[in-house]
């Protein structure tokens, strides 16, 4: 595999799924597979998880790791083509990747959505333009469209967690007082469409996310309907594609509380975290058995390992039949 960019670059969640679960019972298995390459890890915006998970795959993988925060350490970037950087601009995207690509053997990028404009946000100029003038594989730590390590880590955590067939998930949207981006929720529901569920997203209306993402999973506006019987109920917040990087008012009601966790099957609370306790879920959730977001939080590591684990493979040098 060359990039992990999207949910799209999984060829068969099944399988990956598999395979992560096996790296989880034996981490260092292929410890050596990363030796003498370098992963770059480039924010351009705060991270806990995908931080630190990311750079414990690799250093699973035997990968020397380097750390870069843009904001505020690095030069400000400009992407666009034929600039007359007379302004607040300090190096073009084109001189930055090819640098970077020197020193790395993989570079993994967060660049949020702005959520100012929605057409300029949803053309993800930072992450397309370090592919384009970049020459090493590139993995997405989240970008403005997607967030599609979280999705893996979901799936994972979804799987291991699934007693049944045909487990019912739910994807909820629940308050939170600044705009957040769409990118969990759009790679949750891409992965959830490839897998055996029965999938519904609830959200108050003129949240729906980008058509083409959602394509014919039910939409339930009731969001105590939806939950009822469900096996996964995964929340998240995010702003409103419609009306771009809008909030909403009065829609406190959609808090995640006890009760409507009690409409479920014993179901399971999930979340990709941080998440504002009192806010998007009731402590009483957050804290019961029924809360697996920690475990979730652990799956980090061994999604963003399989993923680093698949686009080493092709780089490692071939060893031929060992003559003894
Ligand atoms: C980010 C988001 O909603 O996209 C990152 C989540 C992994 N969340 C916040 O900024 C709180
Ligand atoms: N879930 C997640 O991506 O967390 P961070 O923003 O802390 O990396």
Redesign the pocket.
């Given at each position: 595999m060359k990039n992990y960019t999207s949910v799209q670059d999984i060829d068969s969640v099944a399988t990956w799924v598999e395979e992560a679960i096996q790296l989880k019972k034996n981490p260092l298995v292929d410890k050596d597979l990363g030796k003498d390459k370098t992963i770059g890890l480039v924010f351009f915006?705060?991270?806990l998880?995908?931080r630190l998970s990311t750079q414990k795959a690799a250093l699973n993988l035997g990968m020397n790791v380097m750390v870069m925060n843009f904001t505020g350490e690095g030069w400000a970037l400009e992407y666009e083509d034929g600039a007359v950087m007379n302004q607040g601009t300090s190096e073009h995207v084109k001189e930055a990747a090819q640098v970077v690509s020197q020193y790395c053997d993989i570079l993994a990028i967060r660049a949020?959505?702005k959520l100012e404009n929605r057409e300029e946000d949803y053309q993800e100029k930072v992450l397309t333009n370090f592919i384009k003038y970049a020459s090493i594989p590139i993995v997405n730590m989240?970008s403005a469209i997607g967030?599609p390590l979280?999705a893996l880590t979901d799936a994972i955590t979804i799987t291991e967690h699934n007693t049944k067939k045909r487990p019912k998930v739910v994807l909820s949207w629940a308050p939170?007082p600044?705009a957040?981006?769409?990118?969990?929720a759009n790679s949750f529901v891409e992965i959830v469409q490839k897998m055996d569920a029965e999938f519904v997203i609830t959200h108050p209306e003129g949240f729906e996310l980008l058509e083409k993402i959602t394509r014919n999973v039910p939409i339930e506006y009731d969001q105590e309907k939806a939950f009822t019987n469900a096996d996964f109920v995964y929340v998240?917040?995010?702003s409103s594609y419609k009306n771009y990087g809008e909030i909403g008012k009065n829609l406190e009601d959609w808090i995640i509380t006890e009760e409507k966790m009690n409409k479920t099957n014993n179901g399971k609370f999930m979340h990709?975290?941080?998440?504002?306790r009192n806010v998007v879920v009731a402590d009483g959730v957050l804290d019961s058995e029924a809360s697996i977001v920690i475990e979730q939080a652990n799956n980090r590591t061994y999604a963003a390992q399989l993923v680093l684990k698949k686009i080493l493979s092709p780089l490692a040098p071939q060893r031929g039949n060992l003559i003894l």
């Open positions: 915006n705060p991270s998880r995908t949020f959505a989240e967030h979280q939170h600044k957040l981006p769409q990118a969990v998240k917040n995010w990709c975290l941080p998440v504002r």
